[in-house]
């Protein structure tokens, strides 16, 4: 239960957490985002930011599914999916560009961390739905 790998809500609480890492890293808050988000290009060029864009979307199927059948485990398999989507995303997307000498921010993609908030609000209320509290640091 309290593995950080595997189908786990630890594991599902570190992809979470991650998110929020980056935003901390990038020095970036819900309100930079929203203002940002009127001007910004989401523009899912690379296959991995399809495939987390094509999950983000499917959670109102996903709610509708768990309503209609009052099966909890339809909420936490689509996490997990959520969750193993978000780490292919982030070992394959940068999403903030550091300078490899002194560790400073040098870009940040915007699009992409519009992205990971997309997915970090839709984590919050399945955990919210799932009786989990997520932590920010872990």
Do not use: Q
Request: hydrophobic residues 45%; proline residues 2%; aromatic residues 8%.
């Amino acid at each position: 239960m309290l593995d950080d790998k595997g189908n786990t809500a630890v594991y599902l609480l570190y992809a979470y957490t991650r998110i929020r890492s980056i935003m901390r890293t990038a020095n970036i808050d819900r309100e930079s985002l929203e203002s940002c988000l009127a001007n910004t290009e989401i523009a899912l060029e690379h296959p991995k930011e399809w495939k987390l864009g094509k999950c983000i979307v499917r959670f109102p199927e996903i709610l509708s599914r768990v309503l209609d059948d009052l099966l909890m485990h339809i909420l936490c398999e689509f996490m997990y999916e959520m969750a193993t989507t978000l780490t292919e995303f982030y070992d394959n997307c940068y999403c903030v560009e550091k300078d490899r000498n002194t560790g400073e921010v040098v870009k940040i993609n915007m699009g992409r961390m519009l992205l990971l908030e997309a997915t970090a609000r839709v984590m919050e209320v399945a955990f919210y739905i799932l009786g989990i509290k997520p932590v920010t640091k872990m």
